[in-house]
């Protein structure tokens, strides 16, 4: 399943799900309105989507430390100085939700020596084909045969879903929440391709088992589209500049976070666990020692 790659270097993943064409930098978001802590880390030059997950407050009025936890998408364009950064962060664990197909589509990930990536695949359900496939065929009618008439949001539902009901997606992200309860494991940084669905849930999932409020997990989730705009629109202009789609905003579905998206997921936890403490608990197998593990390694008072 490889890129689309055209004029400009287009290169279209559609899994994590997409990502733009080159590194665009994202517009700064200030502390105030991520409401976590910011740091000259929280932009790297080959990412547009990577973020510190600290400072964040919980409901019982602890805080989430800062350094230990990062967000974001792809590393496979870092560059030097983004590897000097990411040493200096202490990075011991890079958890990558990517499918195999994305990797050999985008690139590995680009890391500081003696950092090995973690591959822990997350299927898309099929996405990264099936849109670039229909990219690539440059032909409008079937570009909106899968993505348009509500199809992109539509499957954006279904992969959502799938985070839950699939018990190999299970089985990564409540590994990932294990790995971050580890002392030996940490600070630690997990991503897909755009940082923003897998990487957004594994966040809204960590959040909220830490204790901080639904709503301010929530508007962590839906950052990723104020740190990503500029870089996702690059992508439209470019696929349509290239002659792939007349149509480029039919990709915006599948581009951007939503509210529903979110809630798909966590209908499917209502439908199959009853309530978000045992999805963790019986879906993802986070017990009450690793809670408490996980809380004492990334909370402070």
Excluded at 139 to 151: H, K, S, Y
Excluded at 153 to 167: G, K, P, W
Excluded at 246 to 266: K, S
């Amino acid at each position: 399943m490889p890129s689309i790659r055209g004029a400009g270097a287009v290169a279209l993943i559609a899994g994590g799900l997409l990502v733009s064409p080159v590194a665009v930098a994202a517009a700064p978001v200030p502390a105030a309105a991520a409401g976590a802590v910011t740091s000259p880390q929280d932009a790297l030059q080959g990412t547009v989507n990577f973020r510190d997950l600290g400072g964040y407050r919980t409901i019982s009025h602890a805080r989430v430390r800062p350094g230990l936890v990062f967000r974001t998408d792809a590393l496979n364009r870092t560059t030097d100085a983004d590897l000097a950064a990411l040493a200096a962060l202490g990075v011991r664990e890079v958890v990558d939700f990517r499918t195999p197909a994305e990797v050999a589509g985008d690139g590995a990930d680009r890391l500081p020596p003696g950092l090995a990536v973690t591959a822990r695949p997350i299927s898309d359900g099929g996405m990264y084909a099936a849109v670039n496939a229909a990219i690539g065929s440059k032909d409008p009618v079937r570009q909106e045969a899968v993505l348009g008439g509500g199809r992109g949001a539509e499957t954006m539902r279904v992969l959502y879903r799938t985070f839950v009901s699939d018990a190999g997606s299970r089985a990564a992200f409540g590994r990932t929440l294990r790995d971050l309860a580890d002392p030996s494991r940490t600070p630690l940084a997990f991503h897909c391709t755009s940082g923003k669905d897998r990487t957004g849930w594994m966040s809204y999932l960590l959040l909220r088992a830490l204790g901080v409020p639904e709503k301010t997990a929530r508007n962590d989730y839906l950052l990723s589209n104020r740190y990503r705009q500029d870089a996702d629109a690059a992508t439209r202009a470019q696929l349509k500049a290239a002659g792939y789609m007349q149509d480029p905003d039919l990709l915006i579905p599948i581009q951007e976070v939503r509210a529903d998206y979110l809630d798909a997921a966590l209908d499917q936890v209502r439908r199959s666990y009853g309530t978000l403490d045992r999805y963790l608990r019986a879906g993802l197998g986070l017990d009450a020692r690793t809670e408490s593990r996980l809380r004492h390694r990334l909370l402070a008072r």
